[in-house]
T-cell receptor, first 115, second 109 residues
Framework: GAVVSQHPSRVICKSGTSVKIECRSL??????MFWYRQFPKKSLMLMAT?????????EQGVEKDKFLINHASLTLSTLTVTSAHPEDSSFYIC???????????FGEGSWLTVV | GQSLEQPSEVTAVEGAIVQINCTYQ??????LSWYQQHDGGAPTFLSY??LDGLEETGRFSSFLSRSDSYGYLLLQELQMKDSASYFC??????????WGAGTKLIIKP
C-alpha cells in the first residue's frame, strides 16, 4: 500500500537552532501535502497545505517565516522550524494526497523537542 | 465556522460494543473519515463514508447520514488494544481534512 515516510521520527534541538523534517511519499506521487501539529491530548491542527512547485498556503495564526515549507518534488515536502523555541516542541505529522485518486496517507509523525 | 463535535471520552468494558458519534458543520462535504490514534503515534485510517449508510470492516463499522450531518463509529467485541483516541474528520470543499477534537476510548477489563 501507499506509504508516507517522515524523518526524523524524533529530534532534539537547542533553542535558536533550526530543524528540518522531511515527508516523503515512497510509492506514489503526491501533488498535495499537508502539515499538521498536535499538542498533547489535542486534535491535529492543520498548519499548511503545500502543492508541488508552488508556495505553501498557511492556516491563520501559523507563522510562515518560522515554519518554512518546501514542496520541491512530487515525492518530497519539508518543514523547517526556524529559530526553534521550547514552545515549538510538539508532534508534527504530514499527510500526502496521491495524484491519482483522492486518498490521503499519513506519515508516522515527528516528535520535536526543543531544549 | 467549520466544526466537528464528538465526545471527549467514552468508557466501555472489554467485549462490549461502543458507539462514538460525530456531528459536523463544514463548507462542503466530501466524506467522513475515522482515524485511530494510540498515544505517541500518528493517526491510522479506519474508515471512510461518502454515502449514507453503514460501512463494515471487521469489528469496526462506520455510519453516515448526510441529511443529519451525523456519523458514528461502532466498535464491537472491544479489546484492550482498542484503547486509543478516535478522531472523525470531514473533507471539505477544498479537500482538506477538518478534524474533530478526538474521543478517548477507555476500556476496562
Amino acid at each position: 500500500g501507499a506509504v508516507v515516510s517522515q524523518h526524523p521520527s524524533r529530534v532534539i534541538c537547542k533553542s535558536g537552532t533550526s530543524v528540518k523534517i522531511e515527508c516523503r511519499s515512497l510509492d506514489f506521487q503526491a501533488t498535495t501535502m499537508f502539515w499538521y501539529r498536535q499538542f498533547p491530548k489535542k486534535s491535529l491542527m492543520l498548519m499548511a497545505t503545500s502543492n508541488e512547485g508552488s508556495k505553501a498556503t498557511y492556516e491563520q495564526g501559523v507563522e510562515k517565516d518560522k515554519f518554512l515549507i518546501n514542496h520541491a518534488s512530487l515525492t518530497l515536502s519539508t518543514l523547517t522550524v526556524t529559530s526553534a523555541h521550547p514552545e515549538d516542541s510538539s508532534f508534527y505529522i504530514c499527510s500526502a494526497r496521491a495524484s491519482e485518486g483522492n486518498t490521503i496517507y499519513f506519515g508516522e509523525g515527528s516528535w520535536l523537542t526543543v531544549v | 465556522g467549520q466544526s466537528l463535535e464528538q465526545p471527549s471520552e467514552v468508557t466501555a468494558v472489554e467485549g462490549a460494543i461502543v458507539q462514538i458519534n460525530c456531528t459536523y458543520q463544514t463548507s462542503g462535504f466530501y466524506g467522513l473519515s475515522w482515524y485511530q490514534q494510540h498515544d505517541g503515534g500518528a493517526p491510522t485510517f479506519l474508515s471512510y463514508n461518502a454515502l449514507d449508510g453503514l460501512e463494515e470492516t471487521g469489528r469496526f463499522s462506520s455510519f453516515l447520514s448526510r441529511s443529519d450531518s451525523y456519523g458514528y463509529l461502532l466498535l464491537q467485541e472491544l479489546q484492550m488494544k482498542d484503547s486509543a483516541s478516535y478522531f472523525c474528520a470531514v473533507r471539505d470543499s477544498n479537500y482538506q481534512l477538518i478534524w474533530g477534537a478526538g474521543t478517548k476510548l477507555i476500556i476496562k477489563p
